[in-house]
T-cell receptor, first 115, second 112 residues
């Protein structure tokens, strides 16, 4: 059974700092890895999707990497801003078997960027 | 505007009542999903549908039911058999089960 873990559970940083959020998964048979952002009381916003054949994806100040063999993904946020404060979730998409296509989510990292 | 809508935003239910949460999408996506989110537990899959008139149980389907009569709509009924229904419910859709999922704004259900 796939398990997804995110470290740290919470992170507080001053504005302008570069930071890394970590995601690990136990089953490397994944189709892709998605990173989401969730603001309090809101739905999820998709940030980046990395296919299993890719090593990284970039969007603006965000860069996500994937190392399938070691079961790890990282989300790098450059020059953090107070508007980046939110919960960040990673999710691994299953590649086959009866759970094909299913997303398994981590519990999230709560990020606070203070001015 | 293309997207996923969920209604209502807040829902209150008395014990013993069934309630239905609405999810509509105009993205022409074949696949739709229902997740439940509890504090500290992340998202868990309740039901998903790959195509109209088809749906499959997820990890926590007990006490829930769904239908998929139209491509655009995937309503979720929380029945009185669901022992702890208070949670935040999120609907999602994707072109197919292997594509990126997009989420609606959610419905917060509270049992009184």
């Amino acid at each position: 059974k796939q398990e997804v873990t995110q470290i740290p559970a919470a992170l507080s940083v001053p504005e302008g700092e570069n930071l890394v959020l970590n995601c690990s998964f136990t089953d490397s048979a994944i189709y892709n890895l998605q990173w989401f952002r969730q603001d309090p009381g809101k739905g999820l916003t998709s940030l980046l999707l990395i296919q299993s054949s890719q090593r990284e994806q970039t969007s603006g100040r965000l860069n996500a990497s994937l190392d399938k063999s070691s079961g790890r993904s990282t989300l790098y946020i450059a020059a953090s801003q107070p508007g980046d404060s939110a919960t960040y979730l990673c999710a691994a998409q299953h590649a086959g078997g009866t759970s094909y296509g299913k997303l398994t989510f981590g519990q999230g990292t709560i990020l606070t960027v203070h001015p | 505007d293309g997207g996923i809508t969920q209604s209502p935003k807040y829902l209150f239910r008395k014990e013993g009542q069934n309630v239905t949460l609405s999810c509509e999408q105009n993205l022409n996506h074949d696949a739709m999903y229902w997740y439940r989110q509890d504090p500290g537990q992340g998202l868990r899959l309740i039901y998903y549908s790959q195509i109209v008139n088809d749906f499959q149980k997820g990890d926590i389907a007990e006490g829930y039911s769904v239908s998929r009569e139209k491509k655009e709509s995937f309503p979720l009924t929380v029945t009185s058999a669901q022992k702890n229904p208070t949670a935040f419910y999120l609907c999602a859709s994707s072109i197919s089960v292997y594509n990126e999922q997009f989420f609606g704004p959610g419905t917060r259900l509270t049992v009184l």
